[in-house]
């Protein structure tokens, strides 16, 4: 169920999507939240191209952060909100991590790996199951990864 506690993150993942876009990114952001004290951990975006690394992934990132900030790569029972649908590297990850709840925006049939795809989370050799509800702010996270990348065709156009 979305609440407004859910949206005010979402809003602030969608802050770090633009960030991405801003530099060129795929436009997909990520907030780690302590639900016990609603202290955002982590604030990240992705950053493959930037770092030159496959895995920087705006959730990869997040993780990394989070659990460097707090000694542990276990991170059991905080949130996830990001703005696109877990890829399977990501949803191993989040798994590996024992984030407790995984919020997402926009749904991603082709590359995602939560309720699209491989559906990670619902596979039997996956060792933790966080909850997840995706949905929350769908449309406006759609609608930087279409603007971002329906720009970039543009771009394409012209200099061909």
């Given at each position: 169920?979305?609440?407004?506690?859910?949206?005010?993150?979402?809003?602030?993942?969608?802050?770090?999507?633009?960030?991405?876009?801003?530099?060129g990114?795929?436009?997909?952001?990520?907030?780690?939240?302590?639900?016990?004290?609603?202290?955002?951990?982590?604030?990240?975006?992705?950053?493959?191209?930037?770092?030159?690394?496959?895995?920087?992934?705006?959730?990869?990132?997040?993780?990394?952060?989070?659990?460097?900030?707090?000694?542990?790569?276990?991170?059991?029972?905080?949130?996830?909100?990001?703005?696109?649908?877990?890829c399977?590297?990501?949803?191993?990850?989040?798994?590996?991590?024992?984030?407790?709840?995984?919020?997402f925006?926009?749904?991603?049939?082709?590359?995602?790996?939560?309720?699209?795809?491989?559906?990670?989370?619902?596979?039997?050799?996956?060792h933790?199951?966080?909850?997840?509800?995706?949905?929350?702010?769908?449309?406006?996270?759609?609608?930087?990864?279409?603007?971002?990348?329906?720009?970039?065709?543009?771009?394409?156009?012209?200099?061909?």
């Amino acid at each position: 169920m979305t609440d407004a506690r859910d949206i005010r993150f979402m809003q602030a993942a969608l802050e770090q999507a633009q960030a991405a876009a801003d530099i060129g990114e795929a436009p997909i952001g990520a907030i780690l939240v302590d639900p016990e004290t609603d202290e955002i951990i982590a604030r990240t975006h992705n950053q493959p191209i930037s770092l030159d690394d496959p895995t920087g992934h705006a959730e990869i990132l997040a993780l990394r952060e989070a659990a460097s900030k707090r000694g542990n790569y276990r991170l059991t029972g905080m949130e996830l909100f990001v703005t696109l649908e877990p890829c399977t590297m990501c949803a191993g990850a989040i798994s590996h991590a024992r984030i407790g709840r995984v919020v997402f925006g926009a749904e991603d049939q082709k590359g995602g790996g939560v309720v699209n795809g491989v559906r990670f989370f619902e596979q039997p050799t996956c060792h933790w199951r966080p909850d997840v509800l995706g949905g929350v702010l769908a449309e406006p996270s759609s609608e930087i990864l279409r603007s971002f990348f329906r720009a970039r065709r543009a771009a394409k156009k012209t200099s061909d």
